[in-house]
Structures are given as structure tokens and as C-alpha cells.
Antibody
Framework: EVQLLESGGGLVQPGGSLRLSCAASGFTFNSYGMSWVRQAPGKGLEWVSGISGNGGATYFADSVKGRFTISRDNSKNTLYLQMNSLRAEDTAVYYC?????????????????WGQGTLVTVSS | DIQMTQSPSSLSASVGDRVTITCRASQSIKNYLNWYQQKSGKAPKLLIYIASNLQSGVPSRFSGSASGTDFTLTISSLQPEDFATYYCQQSYSTPHTFGQGTKLEIK
């Protein structure tokens, strides 16, 4: 059974940093692209970032480019999101999601599994 | 970036009704359009991938279709468990943008 378990959320001041983790199990982790998707309170879904199976290709939304870094440790079956220079508008539930395929940029991709999310609140 | 526009933003319907939700892409995305269902406080769930393919385990009352840059999610006969918010998402190019969502409520 595929499981994705996010952690690392919490309250952080504007300008601060936070690292989210997503522990994966139930599938061959390095064979699939992974992604972070967020949802601000009462709002819709926003794709944030994606990473290929071997970690060699990464993709970011313009809203986080230069501030967020996505990475993965395939030996630990774990996905990360390093968030720096956080702003109030980054407040959201952050979901880890598994791509159907290896490369996020491959168009025939979609999210077949999601974690339950971790809440990040940016406030003073 | 490709913009995805869903309509309507909200919809009231009754159990047994046939419901259609539309998603329009700002440019060609071929058929690389996916649909997700999200219930309150829960993670999204994949319903339809690449416009018309039903995800395993999803009831057959859900279907998807495409015509150019317009995509449709149809629920043939609403069940109580279908009241939720529905999102389309394009996977043609990154960023993999979502529509703004359609909230389906009980009439």
C-alpha cells in the first residue's frame, strides 16, 4: 500500500525558514517523480514544485522560485521541501504527491497518490 | 503559464442528478488534463487522467471528455458521497496548474 507521510510544518515568522519532509513507502521510490502541492486556507490547489525520480530535474512555480528548494534522498525514501524567505502568502497545507511516471515534465503524468498534508503558518 | 478556468465555481444539485463541470485551458494541452475530487479536510483523490481515463477504483458514474481546449467531467447520477470540490489540472507543461475548483453542494 502506497503511503506518503508529511512532517515539518508549523508556525514560522516572516522571513524565516522551514524544511518539510515526506516519508514514502509501498512503492519503488526512485522510479517516480514527486511533487509538492499547497492549499491556502479556504483556497484552491497550487502546484509548487516537482522533482524527477533520480533528483536530476527540478521544477518550480514562479511564486516560489529562488526561495524554495526541492530534493530527495532515495536511500531514505524521503522527499524534502526547503522553504526560505517565507512570506504570509506561503501559509497553506502542503501536500506531498506521487507522480504516475518518472519525469514530472512528461505530459502523460498525473498525481496518483497524495499525503494528508502538513500545515505551514507564516505569521509574526 | 497555462491558465485553467473551471465553471461553474459552485453548483447545487440533488442525489440522482446528472452533473457536468467544465474546464478550459488557455492554450492547447492536447488531452493532458486530469480531474481530482477533494472532500473537506482531506487530500485530493484522482478521478480521471488524460482527459477520459477512469482511475482504478473510481465508480463508472464518473466520466471525462475533451473537445479542443475544453474538458468536461460528468457525474451521471449523483450519490451522497460525491458532494465535494472538484479540480482540473493540466500536465502538458510545468507548472502543472490547477483550475480554481468547483464546489458541488447538496440542493
Amino acid at each position: 500500500e502506497v503511503q506518503l507521510l508529511e512532517s515539518g510544518g508549523g508556525l514560522v515568522q516572516p522571513g524565516g525558514s522551514l524544511r518539510l519532509s515526506c516519508a514514502a513507502s509501498g512503492f519503488t521510490f526512485n522510479s517516480y517523480g514527486m511533487s509538492w502541492v499547497r492549499q491556502a486556507p479556504g483556497k484552491g490547489l497550487e502546484w509548487v514544485s516537482g522533482i524527477s525520480g533520480n533528483g536530476g530535474a527540478t521544477y518550480f512555480a514562479d511564486s516560489v522560485k529562488g526561495r524554495f528548494t526541492i530534493s530527495r534522498d532515495n536511500s531514505k525514501n524521503t522527499l524534502y521541501l526547503q522553504m526560505n524567505s517565507l512570506r504570509a502568502e506561503d501559509t497553506a497545507v502542503y501536500y506531498c504527491a506521487k507522480y504516475f511516471g518518472l519525469i514530472p515534465a512528461a505530459p502523460q503524468n498525473y498525481f496518483d497518490y497524495w499525503g494528508q498534508g502538513t500545515l505551514v503558518t507564516v505569521s509574526s | 503559464d497555462i491558465q485553467m478556468t473551471q465553471s461553474p465555481s459552485s453548483l447545487s444539485a440533488s442525489v440522482g442528478d446528472r452533473v457536468t463541470i467544465t474546464c478550459r485551458a488557455s492554450q492547447s494541452i492536447k488531452n493532458y488534463l486530469n480531474w481530482y475530487q477533494q472532500k473537506s479536510g482531506k487530500a485530493p483523490k484522482l478521478l480521471i487522467y488524460i482527459a477520459s481515463n477512469l482511475q482504478s477504483g473510481v465508480p463508472s458514474r464518473f466520466s471525462g471528455s475533451a473537445s479542443g481546449t475544453d474538458f468536461t467531467l460528468t457525474i451521471s447520477s449523483l450519490q451522497p458521497e460525491d458532494f465535494a470540490t472538484y479540480y482540473c489540472q493540466q500536465s502538458y507543461s510545468t507548472p502543472h496548474t490547477f483550475g480554481q475548483g468547483t464546489k458541488l453542494e447538496i440542493k
